[in-house]
């Protein structure tokens, strides 16, 4: 499985809002300039975010987007699938060996333990330890 661009900005938009919690809102121009990436664009993944119930828009000049919950209670899991949908390796169905339906089961499982165990709480304390924000990982 790879995550695409929408789940690790995603990712990014939601560590920014959680850096910046019980602050007031932050604006996606400042999210995008602060990281290099195309404003449009997170605005096309703040949606998904907001319908999901993970994040809040505020509106008016000093408005923007303020976390819905407490960073330590929203996983990586919740966000990654409201913007990639559900976690899979392969489809299973279309497996006909009983011992590899097996093999990607737990792969997913394992997967989805390991992003619905760590929360955004997790992850900007561990930013926070001097760990450079562009590191890139592949699953």
Do not use: C
Not at 45 to 52: F, K, M, Q, W
Not at 53 to 59: A, D, E, N
Not at 93 to 117: F, M, N, T
Request: aromatic fraction near 8%; glycine fraction near 10%; proline fraction near 4%.
């Amino acid at each position: 499985m790879k995550i695409s661009t929408k789940g690790r900005y995603g990712l990014t938009i939601m560590m920014e809002l959680a850096a910046r919690y019980g602050e007031g809102p932050t604006s996606l121009k400042s999210i995008a300039e602060k990281n290099s990436l195309s404003e449009h664009y997170l605005e096309q993944l703040i949606a998904p975010l907001r319908n999901g119930g993970l994040v809040k828009s505020i509106r008016g000049a000093y408005g923007g987007y303020i976390l819905s919950r407490d960073p330590d209670t929203v996983t990586a899991g919740e966000i990654i699938r409201v913007l990639e949908g559900p976690i899979s390796v392969v489809d299973f169905a279309e497996e006909d060996d009983p011992a590899k339906r097996d093999l990607w089961k737990k792969i997913r499982d394992a997967i989805a333990d390991v992003i619905d165990s760590t929360t955004l709480g997790d992850l900007i304390a561990y930013r926070d330890k001097g760990e450079p924000d562009n590191y890139m990982f592949y699953i």
